[in-house]
């Protein structure tokens, strides 16, 4: 296993980070367990976790993927410093996590107290933001003129990320987290927080974790670049796009207990006639190569020049052994060039 630095923090964190959305919806406790210990005994030192989990999201299982967490370090009590664990605060939207509203400072100190509860822990490595306040182009919402930048009130959403930041810190200086970071959030997200921190010497953003994927650059270049010049590690989830860049999913496939079965809170928006021809292309082009389609998708994302550390995740003892096995895999220039020939065909398949 390779590690890197996450961001500015020191952490030394390894390239595969173990996403744990799965976890009390298609995965049990005993799952999770089994993934966990497989992880940490292949080096993996960074576990990603979320209140909102497990996915899709649900009253019913908020929640649910943390208290699995927190059950496996009760039972290890001796391994938490083990592995670095983040996990996330949920943003507006759903109903029945603080009614839907904003994240505010109150909901700051409130949601990583619930948190630490959950995953019987003292402390969380790096806090993230799961979505902001304001609506970002994420989830779909990346096509021009889908979302209007001029309608946004930039001098109230500038106030709300002080008061967030500045409960933010307080958890710091409390010992309840060690970090913060963003998620689903762009670059002038990462640079006003990065402003408000050093104009009012208050703790500085520490990563991103954004959608990023064969079928989804649009991070490339401009936020990783920013991202590399800011020190704010860059972490991409759903490498695999949910999935569908195994293949699985061509020709309106959906295997028994595969995730494109359940209701998606934002439909499978993923799900283009153009992403369709995507994917079958890097499929062919993978048995080319003599990979499998994830492992070509795994390798790249993990070659990408800026990349931190890669969430993946996986329903089987099967599967993460594969993606696990992907980051140890280096793809040449001739796989780069047929990897960047499919990608000019299809720059923006969905």
Not at 120 to 140: A, E, V
Request: glycine share 8%; charged share 20%; with cysteine.
């Amino acid at each position: 296993m390779e590690y890197t630095t996450l961001g500015h923090s020191g952490l030394s964190v390894s390239r595969v980070c173990l996403g744990t959305m799965t976890w009390g919806k298609q995965n049990t406790q005993a799952d999770a367990n089994a993934q966990i210990e497989h992880a940490l005994a292949q080096g993996i030192n960074f576990i990603d976790t979320a209140e909102m989990y497990a996915v899709p999201p649900t009253a019913d299982t908020y929640g649910t993927t943390e208290t699995i967490i927190g059950n496996w370090i009760a039972a290890n009590p001796g391994r938490r410093d083990d592995f670095y664990l983040a996990s996330k605060i949920a943003g507006n939207g759903l109903k029945y996590i603080r009614g839907g509203g904003d994240i505010t400072g109150e909901a700051i100190i409130k949601a990583i107290d619930d948190s630490l509860a959950r995953l019987q822990t003292d402390y969380i490595d790096l806090y993230q933001l799961h979505w902001p306040n304001r609506t970002s182009p994420h989830f779909g919402k990346h096509a021009p003129g889908h979302i209007n930048f001029t309608d946004v009130d930039t001098a109230a959403h500038s106030a709300q990320m002080l008061e967030i930041l500045q409960a933010l810190d307080e958890s710091v200086r409390a010992g309840k987290i060690r970090h913060f970071g963003l998620s689903n959030d762009t670059p002038w997200g990462i640079n006003e927080y990065i402003r408000l921190a050093e104009k009012h010497k208050l703790t500085r953003v520490t990563s991103i974790q954004n959608e990023f994927n064969l079928l989804q650059t649009r991070d490339w270049p401009f936020l990783i670049e920013n991202c590399v010049h800011q020190q704010v590690a860059y972490l991409p989830w759903s490498p695999l796009a949910t999935g569908a860049l195994t293949g699985k999913y061509l020709n309106g496939a959906r295997p028994a207990g595969a995730r494109w079965n359940l209701v998606q809170r934002n439909g499978l928006f993923r799900d283009t006639r153009l992403s369709n021809q995507a994917v079958a292309a890097y499929s062919d082009l993978a048995q080319k190569h003599g990979l499998t389609p994830a492992q070509l998708a795994l390798a790249w994302c993990n070659q990408v020049d800026g990349v931190t550390s890669t969430i993946i995740g996986a329903t089987s003892m099967e599967q993460l052994q594969e993606d696990i096995d992907a980051f140890s895999i280096t793809l040449n220039d001739s796989v780069l060039a047929d990897i960047a020939e499919v990608h000019r065909t299809y720059p923006v398949p969905f």
